[in-house]
């Protein structure tokens, strides 16, 4: 089955620095590749997601890029801010069929004043 | 836009007894759910999908004695955990399958704490 790796585990940025994370993912046929923001005792909140007929996707302070040829896609998050704090996950899926989600292993954002 | 509800938002029990989660699409009809598990400090892991008049498919590792799973209808599902011990204590999360906005919408959870 798929399995999805997430790094870092942990991230502590400046506020108004950019933080980045990474996922890796081994099933080809995933085409869909979302990343949520949760916060404790939430659920996950879509922030942006990406499908597999683009490599680059931005939303305001938020973006995401994609390489389906090896497998990986990244979350970018420019001029943090303390409300970025979180805990932030990846997950892959397909568009079609099941559309279950297989997510990362989580990266817990700190946005430091 | 789409709304999934859950019910309990939590629950204590004593070990031994049982306990019933439900899902609801609320403005939407659902032949697919997902139910997802989320230890403390952990990811999201998929336990089954529930599939409305049909059996749930389960994950790998997941016990289906123990996680029964009823899609009655197409706005709920219910999963059921059966003699409950402190060990099944965690976070439970339904999704149901998005339009072209958003692929899943998630349920706001159920915290179950069995004592």
């Known amino acids: 089955g798929e399995n999805v790796e997430q790094h870092p585990s942990t991230l502590s940025v400046q506020e108004g620095d950019s933080a980045v994370i990474k996922c890796t993912y081994s099933?080809?046929?995933?085409?869909?590749f979302p990343w949520y923001k949760q916060e404790l005792g939430k659920r996950p909140q879509l922030i942006i997601d990406?499908?597999?007929?683009?490599g680059e996707k931005k939303d305001q302070r938020i973006a995401v890029t994609l390489n389906k040829t090896a497998k990986h896609f990244s979350l970018h998050i420019t001029e943090t801010q303390p409300e970025d704090s979180a805990v932030y996950f990846c997950?892959?899926?397909?568009?079609?069929?099941?559309?279950?989600?297989?997510f990362g292993q989580g990266t817990r954002l700190t946005i430091n004043p | 836009g789409a709304v999934v509800s859950q019910h309990p938002s939590w629950v204590i029990c004593k070990s031994g007894t049982s306990v019933k989660i439900e899902c609801r699409s609320l403005?939407?009809?659902?032949?697919?759910m997902f139910w997802y598990r989320q230890f403390p400090k952990q990811s999201l892991m998929l336990m089954a999908t529930?599939?409305?008049?049909?059996?749930?498919?389960?994950e790998q590792g997941v016990e289906k004695d123990k996680f029964l799973i009823n899609h009655a209808s197409l706005t709920l599902s219910t999963l059921t955990v059966t003699s409950a011990h402190p060990e099944d204590s965690s976070f439970y999360i339904c999704?149901?399958?998005?339009?072209?906005?958003?692929?899943?919408?998630f349920g706001p959870g159920t915290r179950l704490l069995v004592l």
């Open positions: 999704s149901a399958p998005g339009g072209a906005r958003e692929a899943q919408y």
């Open positions: 099933d080809s046929a995933s085409n869909y």
């Open positions: 990406i499908r597999s007929n683009v």
């Open positions: 997950a892959t899926g397909a568009i079609q069929g099941a559309q279950k989600l297989v």
């Open positions: 403005d939407f009809q659902a032949t697919t």
């Open positions: 529930s599939n409305e008049g049909s059996k749930a498919t389960y």
